[in-house]
């Protein structure tokens, strides 16, 4: 099958979490990513998206992102996102993904 | 004067091995055999050692004999309560009568040479039974040479169409065969059928019905024509008490029109989008009687329609419990659509489980699948009849597969980048093309690998257009609607449903329409709407 195998990794940082995603973000992805948020999540702060190493989003993806969301606003967490591209910046804009969540322009934001 | 007479085991061939010159003859004897259930074979059994044929009271043809011969002593040679031949002795040389001392050396002698005879009837027997398996051995590899070299070397390959087709030789090898006949134009013929009897005669005559066929198939038009005129020449031909069961179908492989005639042959099961159904047109196999009439009758197959053809070594394989598979677990398992594109392989493999692990295939096992997998790339290019000046950029079709969305969208950004359009825009066709091709995949087509989608990009001055085909009969393509993202992250709606929201947002505009059974879903990007 086309694309690469979703990953994703867990550091901490100053301000929070980073999860690296990296591949595709579809229905595939569902398990890695609720696994790295349970990850993300032992650590306090706001836990960042990094979608830098992500090649492809699609509406299974985008239920993925939702899911770990609704998880996140369950437990008052605070999630946002960095490194999407423009093509995909618009796609959250669309469908209000960035209404919920701070997407950040660079990476610093993880720093 | 010493004979040693030989029986077989088989107590209905009495064999003479001839004369064993232990003492010098005094004259040749003609082999005396001893018939089964003879007098003398009772007495000898009885006896057990030499008896002096003048003592004999009873009579029988072979005791006559011996006595017209001069025989004075017959000696027994029984292994394991069997007779296996006996010594006829002469008067000695001396003219003295035998004593008993002559006749306790022969006994011992018979006893020593009964056991050497009884190993030499075994190997005998078991070197005529390996010589016996050798030549059947050679007889079914000839047969199989015979059919496979028959047999078709590739699959027709007609876009639009999928065939495929399975053959495997019981080990008796039958007479089962297939064949595929290009008459020309969108024409395709299609043969099975099935010779009576094993082996090399079946082979045979399955050669010369193919070679028949083959012939009279190019004349004629029409399939019914073409079983009555291969009946008539086949008639004086085939050996008696041997026919030939075949179907023969003519499928117009652009109008989908499948026209048939059955000489005695299984019924082709076709299998559409409303369940499976027996294509039945009557007619007697082929080489029993001259003059036999062939129905002929058409089936029109839509698009996903499938057509399976199957040799009678399928339907009447048994399970250990002796039961048949029969007509109706084929049309179930027929009916059965799945995942798999290899539908020979999913009933071979469910014919297997039946029969169970381990046991010897009865009888040749044949299929031919042949499935109207689309005209979804000509569903798409129909779907927009008035484009003037429109041209077409690429048309292709994938299969149902996860994952061939992606195909897809690279090979329309193949051409589509070089047709212009800004790279937000691009982006967002692209993400649009994805997410429609796995609609079609996952919805239109169930996941069916079988069953293709269409995808064609045209363009004209105005706009860029790609069309999405799938086959999904009936399914309606739901109204867009906007997801409520809130509720969603409140746990009170699935996560899911956002591919046709994104779709809309996506484009410029997006038609919808269903042509022949396909839905076909179009997206267009205006080229006035670039930045």
Same mark, same amino acid.
């Given at each position: ?40 999540? @032992? ?21 993925? @992102? ?36 701070? @997407? ?8 | ?531």
């Amino acid at each position: 099958m086309p694309g690469s195998e979703f990953r994703a990794a867990v550091r901490q940082t100053d301000k929070g979490s980073v999860v690296q995603l990296l591949g595709t973000v579809n229905r595939d992805a569902k398990e890695g990513m609720e696994s790295a948020y349970e990850d993300a999540k @032992i650590f306090s702060g706001e836990i960042l998206l990094d979608f830098s190493g992500v090649d492809y989003i699609n509406s299974t993806g985008i239920a993925v @992102i939702v899911g770990v969301l609704a998880m996140a606003r369950a437990e008052e967490r605070e999630v946002g996102a960095f490194g999407l591209t423009d093509h995909y910046k618009e796609v959250f804009e669309i469908t209000r993904l960035a209404d919920f969540m701070h @997407i950040y322009e660079d990476a610093s934001a993880g720093s | 004067m010493v004979q040693l007479t030989r029986r077989s085991k088989k107590s209905d061939e009495t064999a003479e091995a001839g004369i064993a010159p232990s003492v010098s003859p005094t004259r040749a004897l003609d082999p005396v055999e001893i018939p089964p259930g003879d007098t003398l074979e009772t007495l000898l059994l009885s006896v057990g050692g030499p008896v002096e044929v003048s003592s004999i009271e009873v009579d029988s043809p072979t005791i006559s004999r011996l006595k017209e011969e001069g025989i004075e002593l017959v000696v027994p040679l029984i292994g394991q309560g069997e007779l296996l031949g006996a010594l006829y002795l002469g008067q000695r040389l001396s003219d003295q009568p035998y004593s008993t001392d002559d006749r306790r050396l022969l006994g011992n002698l018979a006893s020593q040479v009964a056991p050497a005879m009884k190993v030499a009837q075994l190997v005998r027997e078991q070197q005529a039974e390996a010589k016996e398996r050798e030549r059947i051995e050679q007889e079914l590899q000839v047969a199989a040479l015979i059919q496979q070299t028959l047999l078709p070397k590739e699959l027709p390959s007609i876009p639009g169409w999928n065939v495929d087709a399975f053959y495997r030789p019981a080990r008796a090898v039958g007479g089962d065969f297939y064949d595929f006949i290009n008459l020309g134009g969108d024409r395709l013929g299609v043969v099975i059928g099935d010779v009576t009897d094993k082996g090399v005669p079946a082979a045979l005559v399955m050669a010369t019905c193919r070679s028949m066929l083959r012939a009279v198939a190019l004349r004629h038009d029409s399939p019914s024509a073409v079983l009555a005129e291969v009946n008539e020449n086949l008639v004086p031909e085939i050996p008696p008490a041997m026919f030939v069961t075949c179907l023969y179908a003519i499928i117009d492989t652009n109008a989908g029109k499948v026209v048939f005639a059955n000489a005695g042959h299984n019924l082709p099961y076709v299998r559409t989008s409303d369940g499976v159904l027996e294509l039945r047109a009557t007619g007697m196999p082929l080489g029993l009687m001259p003059g036999m009439p062939y129905e002929e009758r058409t089936y029109s197959m839509q698009n996903g329609d499938l057509m399976v053809l199957t040799s009678d070594g399928i339907t009447e394989a048994h399970n250990p419990k002796g039961e048949m598979y029969g007509f109706s677990r084929l049309m179930g398992r027929v009916a059965k659509k799945t995942k798999a594109e290899d539908v020979c392989g999913f009933l071979v493999s469910d014919l297997e489980g039946w029969t169970g692990p381990g046991s010897e295939q009865e009888d040749d096992i044949t299929l031919v699948v042949v499935r109207r997998t689309s005209s979804a790339a000509g569903s798409a290019e129909a779907f927009h009849q008035g484009g003037q000046g429109e041209s077409v950029l690429t048309s292709f079709t994938l299969a149902s597969v996860e994952g061939n969305e992606r195909v897809a969208i690279d090979r329309v950004a193949e051409v589509v980048g070089t047709f212009g359009l800004d790279s937000a825009r691009f982006e967002k066709l692209k993400t649009a093309v994805g997410e429609t091709v796995m609609n079609a995949i996952e919805h239109g087509n169930d996941n069916d690998p079988s069953l293709d989608v269409g995808v064609e990009v045209v363009a004209d001055e105005r706009r860029v257009a790609v069309r999405v085909s799938d086959l999904g009969g009936d399914k309606v393509i739901p109204e867009t609607t906007t997801p409520d993202i809130e509720a969603k992250l409140a746990g009170e709606q699935t996560p899911r449903g956002w591919g046709l929201f994104l779709i809309e947002q996506m484009v410029d505009e997006v038609n919808r329409t269903r042509i022949n059974g396909s839905n076909v879903v179009e997206l267009v990007m205006n080229r006035e709407g670039e930045s």
